[in-house]
Structure formats: C-alpha cells, structure tokens
C-alpha cells in the first residue's frame, strides 16, 4: 500500500513471485501472466517478485474501515514487538519515571518516550503513598507480549530495589571491590543484606554504610522510612546466621540437621526479643537470608534441657556424653575423641595440663571443664549409694506393713463377728481358743525335742515362752 501525496490517492499492489506452475494465484504467477500484466518479456524471470497494481475503485467504505484496523493494528503489534526486545534484557534493572495515573490501586508509571508501566498493587510498599506526577523509581519486574495492557511490569517491593540502590549509592559495589550476596526484605519495614569484599582492606559494611551513614541514609529516604540491616557475609553458615540475626548478639550456634539445613540459635535472655523480633520479623527475615531454617533457643532454657539430661543419665547410670558439658563444643568433643576420651568419666581422669594440650584452651576453661566432670561422676556416685541405703529400710518396712495388714484383717473379722451374732461369736473363738492350744502343743513338743539336746537353764528359758503362750491363747478364748 503506498500513498500518493501528489494525487491524494492511495496505491494497492499485490506482490506475486513469477513461478513455472501456479500453486496458489493469491501469491504466485506465470511468466505469460505478467507479460499480460505489462511485464517486458526480457526482463520476467523464474522466481523474480512482482507488484501487480489492484484497482481502488471497487473498494467502498467497509473494506478502507477494514483495511484501516488492520493497519493500526500491525502497527501496534510492530510497537510492542519492539517494546519487548529492547526491554526483555533489562529485567532487574532501576528505572526512573513519573505516576501517570491510578487504575483500581494500580498505579501507571510513565517512562517517557511513550511508554508506560504498570506497578501492580501488590508490587507497592504498604507503607508509602504516591500522588499524581510525582516521581519514582523502580525495577523492572517483567516484560511480556500480551496484546492487552502495559507489556513492562514494574516493583517497589522486590530486593533487587534495594541492590540497584546500592550499586547506585555505593561505588565499591559498582566497581565489584564489594560484592552483593543476597537481599531479602519485608517492604516498609524492615531489610537485610549480605555484602563481602573481594579485597582484604575493605570493610564492605562500612562501604554500604558510608561517612556517618551517609550512603545508607539516602538509601533508606527512597525507601521511605525503610529499616535496613548491612551483614557480612560468610561461606560458613553458623557465622552469617549469627550476624544475620543483627542487632540481636548470639552465644552460640547448633547444626541440628545438616541434611534438611536446620539449625539451633542459642541467645541470652535479655537478647531473645531482638533475636525473634517483632511478630517474629528478625528471625523470619535472617531464614531467608541465610537461606536455613533458624530457631531461636534462650540460655534459661538451654539448661534446663541439659540439666534435665543430665539428671537422666546420671539416675540410669549411663555413660555421660562429653557435649553434654556447658563449654565443650561438638569440634572439642570429635578431638578427645581422638585421643581416647569419649565419656565424663575418662574426661574426669584427665589432668588440667593434657587437657589444655588437648583442647587448645586456657587454664582456667581447663579446670571449669574438669570441675564439671567430676561433679556428675560424684553425682552419679552418690545416686548409686543412696540407693543401696534405701533398699533395705524398704524391705522392712514393706514386712512391717504386712504384720500390720494381717492385725488389722483379723480385728476387723473378730468385729464383724461380734457384730452379726453373740452366740456365733462365741462358737468361733471357742473354736480359735482350741486350735490355738492344740498349735501351743505342738510348739511345746517341738521346743521339748530342742531342750533334750541342751542345758538345763535352756530348758527351763524354753518352757516359760510356752506356758505364756497357753496363758495368752486361754486368755483369748475366754
């Protein structure tokens, strides 16, 4: 389609290849065809392209409207084509513009030359606010084809914001001297990032923060108000959890599960509020960071788990492990281990001097460590002798109880009876009073066999029981 400005009129041709046999008339065409068409014979050739002139005459209103869509449209279809292979390859990347309007809590960004953002709701920080023709500054999130809609989708809310920021901010990030790790964040509240050095001499937080903060402070004024957390990086994990949980300051840090990335963040009691944070955002946020899954445990409760473990162990006996100790570390224990140290009890045998060898450790932390030791194996020394003084005061006493069950049975049978009928009562002991004198005999018999065998003062001591037991058993039947 050409236009004749001269004319005002516009020129339709319908471009046709010069083929031996025509296989599609809309596109292809013979030789002698386009000799018809006013082709000079000499210069038609197999395969040449041909515009054949259509006429416009016939063409009314419907078919100019018709051919006016589809102009625009290729039109918009070249545009965007245009749009997404200059801007596919700079995804990520900080970009300045200016709040066009809002669209149902969309806001459109213009980026000049034309063309415009889109900044989805849930792209924006919750806490900050924007008016019409002000400017902003985003990343660009995404890039697509749709025929719909604003193709370039940008963010507020995503952490590369906040590299981009601090490429901008911080030349030692730019030049690589300091290198950007990793960066999470909490949009509107609160930021953590992880930076190294490449070099020795450069402190790469001290880098991001600037001369009085001054380099992390304007950082923090584009993110309106925005809490940022600068941490050094470090390729072992329990040291970047450690300093990832910044401000909070950590004791210790336990590799529970190395395979599933857990670990155990030991913290002082007055540090376990800044560790977990507010609604739990600190330790949300260092998770991510690190990229383990971190629980917090206070000191307080540390040691009742210990002491209760102890406690256990020492009751059954067992052999107690050397980590279970406050002051040795699992690396400490792998190296008594080496040298032939694998319980409480061998530790306890050891001297301070081997054990500062052994360990690497000053005297004094030698000698808390011994002192420990020796206490559970004298813990455990005296559990085992109090409960071989309780044994035998147990069996008597279980004897007694018995003795004193059996009275208590036959009281309680003698009222029964009394109780029910004088006359039975009566019948019965007299029964009992009998088998009880006919016993006494026996036993006398029996003493009498013993007393043949003796002396005479032994006989005389043995018959004076058994006259008392006749005394006591008539007493009873009467």
């Given amino acids: 389609v050409d ?36 082709a000079e014979p000499d210069e038609v050739e197999l395969g040449d392209m041909l515009l054949i002139p259509l006429p416009t005459e016939e063409l009314g209103r419907i078919a100019a409207q018709t051919a006016k869509q589809i102009l625009v449209q290729k039109v918009r279809e070249a545009i965007r084509e245009k749009v997404y292979e200059e801007y596919i390859d700079r995804v990520g990347t900080l970009m300045n513009g200016s709040v066009k309007r809002f669209e149902r809590g969309d806001i459109i960004v213009d980026l000049g030359n034309n063309l415009e953002a889109i900044l989805p709701k849930q792209e924006q920080a919750r806490s900050e606010t924007w008016n019409q023709g002000e400017r902003i500054r985003v990343v660009v999130a995404d890039v697509t084809k749709e025929p719909r809609g604003q193709q370039i989708k940008v963010s507020r809310a995503s952490a590369e914001l906040l590299k981009r920021l601090f490429e901008m901010e911080v030349p030692e990030i730019y030049d690589d001297t300091v290198v950007i790790k990793s960066a999470v964040r909490e949009p509107g509240d609160r930021a953590k990032i992880a930076v190294s050095s490449n070099e020795k001499d450069v402190d790469p937080v001290g880098a991001c923060v600037g001369m009085k903060g001054s380099r992390v402070q304007s950082i923090i004024k584009e993110l309106r108000g925005e809490k940022i957390d600068i941490i050094e990086w470090s390729d072992e994990p329990s040291v ?16 529970t599960n190395i ?78 281990k080496i040298k032939g140290i694998e319980d409480v009890d061998a530790l306890a045998a050891t001297s301070v001097d081997d054990l500062v060898d052994y360990l690497d450790v000053s005297l004094d932390d030698a000698e808390k460590i011994l002192v420990s030791a020796k206490q559970i194996v004298d813990a455990r020394g005296n559990a085992a002798a ?11 006493t279980n004897q007694a109880s018995d003795e004193a069950a059996t009275a208590k049975n036959k009281e309680t049978a003698n009222e029964t009876i009394s109780a029910e009928s004088p006359v ?27 007393v043949e065998a003796s002396s005479e003062e032994g006989t005389a001591d043995a018959e004076t029981p058994a006259g008392n037991t006749r005394e006591n058993s008539t007493d009873d039947g009467r």
């Fill in 240 to 255: 970047f959890a450690a300093n990832a949980l910044s401000p909070a300051k950590v004791s210790q840090v336990r590799i």
């Fill in 3 to 38: 236009w004749n400005s001269e004319e005002g009129a516009i020129e339709i041709s319908a471009q046709k290849t010069v083929v031996a046999e025509v296989e599609n008339p809309s596109s292809e065409m013979t030789i002698a065809e386009a000799i018809e068409m006013g």
């Fill in 386 to 396: 109090l409960e071989q003084q309780s044994a035998a005061p147990a069996e008597e």
């Fill in 259 to 336: 395979n599933n990335r857990k670990m155990e963040v030991i913290v002082g009691e007055d540090q376990l509020s800044l560790a977990i944070g507010k609604r739990g955002q600190n330790v949300r946020l260092a998770t991510r960071l690190v990229g383990w899954d971190i629980d917090i445990v206070s000191e307080e409760v540390l040691k009742k788990e210990i002491t209760s473990q102890m406690n256990q162990l020492i009751a059954s006996g067992a052999a107690v492990p050397i980590t279970a100790l406050e002051g040795v570390s699992a690396a400490q224990a792998e190296d008594l």
């Fill in 424 to 450: 039975a009562a009566q019948e019965i002991l007299s029964e009992e009073t009998s088998q009880t004198a006919a016993a006494a005999e026996e036993t006398d018999e029996e003493k009498q066999e013993d």
